[in-house]
């Protein structure tokens, strides 16, 4: 009983003392394994690569338009490839790099 209760308690409401909890206009929860939910997806024999995120809670738009300006450096050659797309609303898909590298640690920069 007591394994189950605590299974459900979620970390990211949890706050230490001295810690802020900053709000976003979106939540991206963690899968049932407790890891982000960013996926690659190849396609065409390695020609077409995306990053996917899924589930995204709240502002999907607002997340794309988050990622596209604070990614990468506003300059720089990855932002002019970097495209996000928002798909059913609650899906982001990221073309013009291999990024799920970058993506996944710019969401856990942010608290995620």
Known sequence: ??????????????????????????????????????????????????????????????????LRTDLFPKDSPEAGRLTVDVKHARHLTITGGRWKQAVSEWLISRGF
């Open 1 to 66: 009983m007591l394994r189950a209760a605590t299974r459900t308690l979620n970390t990211a409401a949890v706050t230490r003392a001295g810690q802020t909890t900053v709000q976003h206009p979106f939540f991206v929860p963690r899968n049932s394994r407790g890891s982000l939910p960013v996926y690659t997806d190849v396609r065409n024999g390695g020609g077409r690569y995306f990053v996917q995120i899924r589930n995204v809670e709240g502002d999907a738009h607002a997340l794309a338009k988050a």
